[in-house]
Every structure is written in structure tokens, then in C-alpha cells.
């Protein structure tokens, strides 16, 4: 099955700096890789996707490129704040995100964004 | 977004009783229903996959006698921990299926003492 590695573990920046999160898959099926933001007590939200016919998609400070021949996808957020402290999860899944398949998760990063 | 909520949002039960958990998709019809678990610190882990009108599909190590899936309509699934013990104390997130995208709900904290 597919398997999902994600790295850091831990990240620590000071506001404004950019932050960068990788994950690595193993499934060349796979072709939906989203990206979801956890803050404690609460269920994931989605912040940003990518499918396999894109290579890079942003969302203001929120970016993601996909390598599919390397197999991997990176989030990158610029001009940091705060409120972007949370734990951040990178996800890969067949089906282009259709309902009927599985997400699988990387471990997640705890991203902590210094004042 | 999709709009889920689940129910109880915590419980805290004995160990040995039965604890129901509700989820609702309040904005869409979900055919298909993941059930999720979270242990302190660590991912989100898969449990089941329910279609609506089926029966539930387990993942490996997930036993299906002791977490039952009901997915009875397109808006509500629940899902109830038998007999539950103080390792079964968890978050689990409910997420229904949508057609481009999987959403999650709040959550539910359950402690088994």
C-alpha cells in the first residue's frame, strides 16, 4: 500500500520567515496530494491541494509543488504568522480525490511560528 | 467548505460500557464515510470505510466486533465503541466523502476510564 513520509517533525520559525514542509510517497498511482492544518482539539482542515496534472498551485501565502517523478510534494508558506502554528499534515490518495479512496497520512509537523 | 459536526464533541465513560459517536454531513450527501483515530501527538489513522446502505470495510487490526459502523443515510453516520477499555481512549474524526474531496469533522475526545 502506499506509504507517506513526512519531514520535519518539528519546525520552529520567527514570524515573516518562510516555511517549508516536504513529504515523499511511494505509490506512483497515487494522484491527489493534499495538505491539511490541525490545531489542537480540532479535526484537520484542507488549506491546499494538488493533483498529478499540476506542478506547483498557491493560495496567497500558501503554496504546493509536486514532483511526480521524484515523488514528492512540498508546502510552502511565506510571511508567516502566529495563527499559522499548528500541526500540519501532508496526505496522498488515488481517484483524484474522488470520495471512494483513501487518504493516506504522513506523521505530521508541528510548525511554531515565533513573535 | 463542507459543514460536518460530530457528537458527543468529549465523553469520558467507564471501562465496559458502550459510547456512540455521531456524524453528521449538514450540507452534503456523503456515500462514503471514513472513521478515523488520533493518539496523542501522532497521525490521523484509518479505521473503516462505510458506504451508505453497506457494510463497513475495516482496516487491518481494526476489529469490526468492537467498532460498529452504521451508515444508515447519506447525512449521518455513527460510530459506537463496545466494551471500551482505557486504550481505546482516542480522538475520532469522522470524514465524509465528497466528490472531489474529503472533508473532516470537529472531532470527538473519548476517555475510558
Known amino acids: 500500500g502506499e506509504n507517506v513520509e513526512q519531514h520535519p517533525s518539528t519546525l520552529s520559525v520567527q514570524e515573516g520567515d518562510s516555511a517549508v514542509i516536504k513529504c515523499t510517497y511511494s505509490d506512483s498511482a497515487s494522484n491527489y496530494f493534499p495538505w491539511y492544518k490541525q490545531e489542537l482539539g480540532k479535526g484537520p482542515q484542507l488549506i491546499i491541494d494538488i493533483r498529478s496534472n499540476v506542478g506547483e498551485k498557491k493560495d496567497q501565502r500558501i503554496a504546493v509543488t509536486l514532483n511526480k517523478t521524484a515523488k514528492h510534494f512540498s508546502l510552502h508558506i511565506t510571511e508567516t504568522q502566529p495563527e499559522d502554528s499548528a500541526v500540519y499534515f501532508c496526505?496522498?490518495?488515488?481517484?483524484?480525490?474522488?470520495?471512494?479512496?483513501?487518504?493516506?497520512f504522513g506523521k505530521g509537523t508541528l510548525l511554531t511560528v515565533n513573535p | 467548505g463542507a459543514v460536518v459536526s460530530q457528537h458527543p464533541s468529549w465523553v469520558i465513560c467507564k471501562s465496559g460500557t458502550s459510547v456512540k459517536i455521531e456524524c453528521r454531513s449538514l450540507?452534503?450527501?456523503?456515500?462514503?464515510m471514513f472513521w478515523y483515530r488520533q493518539f496523542p501527538k501522532q497521525s490521523l489513522m484509518l479505521m473503516a470505510t462505510s458506504n451508505e446502505g453497506s457494510k463497513a470495510t475495516y482496516e487491518q487490526g481494526v476489529e469490526k466486533d468492537k467498532f460498529l459502523i452504521n451508515h444508515a443515510s447519506l447525512t449521518l453516520s455513527t460510530l459506537t465503541v463496545t466494551s471500551a477499555h482505557p486504550e481505546d481512549s482516542s480522538f475520532y474524526i469522522c470524514?465524509?466523502?465528497?466528490?472531489?474531496?474529503?472533508?473532516f469533522g470537529p472531532g470527538t475526545r473519548l476517555t475510558v476510564l
Open positions: 450540507d452534503f450527501q456523503a456515500t462514503t
Open positions: 496526505a496522498a490518495s488515488m481517484g483524484s480525490g474522488g470520495s471512494n479512496y483513501k487518504l493516506t
Open positions: 470524514s465524509p466523502g465528497g466528490p472531489t474531496q474529503q472533508f
